[in-house]
């Protein structure tokens, strides 16, 4: 049984670019959360996708956009780079109904914006 | 706004000993506490979490207690092993909502001393 995966493992992106990057939920989850983390840090919650919605958002400004595909894979879209939008991305996946609330985490990106 | 406070940010202890992280949180909504742990360089990983109809959840070494009227909750550790070593993260939730997310508490990096 596949766990979260994520892709790619490791970016380097000059300032200014933009960058996507990819999330395969765990199988039997409909449901994706995305979360920075920079170094030393919690991770903090970007946005979560559910039935190809965003459902809820935290506080990141809108260079930080997202997709949810009919197969509940995800996408994060970051433009306009900044250098302290370096950070290591988790993707997280749940299933909304299910008993057990706890997230699965991805291995995440790690985005340097040099 | 929603936010989670732990404490300490760094801690050591001898192994063999116990280990104590405490959290507060602010949101009463909360019903949802789980806890994580981020090995170096890996993915953080639910060890052990507790809903607000529980006051205390244990499991082998770790257990974690959980005051609602206080809004705090804290995780216990004993008999610590060297491969407790890791950063602990606290976290509070509402679920089952639409849109649940996890707020992370900003970590504490547990040493286990030989």
């Known amino acids: 049984d596949a766990g979260v995966t994520q892709s790619p493992t490791h970016l380097i992106k000059t300032r200014g670019q933009q960058v996507t990057l990819r999330c395969s939920p765990k199988s039997g989850h409909d449901t994706v959360s995305w979360y920075q983390q920079a170094l030393g840090q919690g991770p903090q919650f970007i946005f979560q996708y559910y039935e190809e919605e965003e459902r809820q958002r935290g506080n990141f400004p809108d260079r930080f956009s997202g997709h949810q595909f009919p197969n509940y894979s995800s996408e994060l879209n970051v433009n306009a780079l900044l250098l302290g939008d370096s950070a290591l991305y988790l993707c997280?996946?749940?299933?909304?109904?299910?008993?057990?609330?706890?997230?699965?985490f991805g291995s995440g990106t790690r985005l340097t914006v040099v | 706004g929603e936010n989670v406070e732990q404490h300490p940010s760094t801690l050591s202890v001898q192994e063999g000993d116990s280990a104590v992280i405490k959290c507060t949180y602010s949101?009463?909504?909360?019903?949802?506490f789980p806890w994580y742990k981020q090995e170096l360089g890996k993915r953080p990983q639910l060890i052990i979490d507790i809903r607000s109809n529980v006051g205390e959840k244990k499991d082998q070494r770790i257990a974690v207690t959980l005051n609602k009227t206080a809004k705090h909750f804290s995780l216990h550790i004993t008999e610590t092993q060297p491969e407790d070593s890791a950063v602990y993260f606290c976290?509070?939730?509402?679920?089952?909502?639409?849109?649940?997310?996890?707020?992370f508490g900003s970590g504490t990096r547990l040493s286990i001393r030989p």
């Open positions: 997280a996946s749940s299933f909304r109904l299910g008993a057990n609330y706890g997230y699965t």
């Open positions: 976290a509070a939730s509402t679920v089952p909502s639409s849109a649940s997310k996890i707020i």
């Open positions: 949101d009463s909504a909360s019903n949802y």
